[in-house]
């Protein structure tokens, strides 16, 4: 199996910055690509960004120019570089990542827990 364990949430005035990680351990074959999303309360999750094995990345429009996800794939963590944060960022922010544990492993999605982004002054 492949846990997701997410860090460096927390609360920040809006302008402010935050550097979120996940790190996946656990029996890990291959991790292919992998994401972060986020639910507010009342909403529905969504998706913030997703970054390919080679570094190929995607975002929602409401984070492009201020978001930037990126990995490192020797220690198959993935993180994301929140600027010039807003009140309407706040939520709990989950990582992702579609991996196989084993060579004969099926692809799954697995998700972290989540950690709360605060976005307040």
């Known amino acids: 199996q492949v846990q997701l364990v997410e860090s460096g949430g927390g609360l920040v005035q809006p302008g402010g910055s935050l550097r979120l990680s996940c790190a996946a351990s656990?029996?890990?074959?291959?991790?292919?690509?992998m994401g972060w999303y986020r639910q507010a309360p009342g909403k529905q999750r969504e998706l913030v960004a997703t970054i390919t094995s080679d570094g190929s990345t995607n975002y929602a429009d409401s984070v492009k120019g201020r978001f930037t996800i990126s990995r490192d794939n020797a220690k198959n963590t993935v993180y994301l570089q929140m600027n010039s944060l807003k009140p309407e960022d706040t939520a709990v922010y989950y990582c992702?990542?579609?991996?196989?544990?084993?060579?004969?492993?099926?692809?799954?999605?697995?998700w972290g827990q989540g950690t709360q982004v605060t976005v307040s002054s």
């Open positions: 656990g029996s890990i074959f291959s991790i292919y690509d």
């Open positions: 992702n990542a579609d991996a196989r544990s084993g060579w004969y492993s099926p692809r799954l999605i697995h």
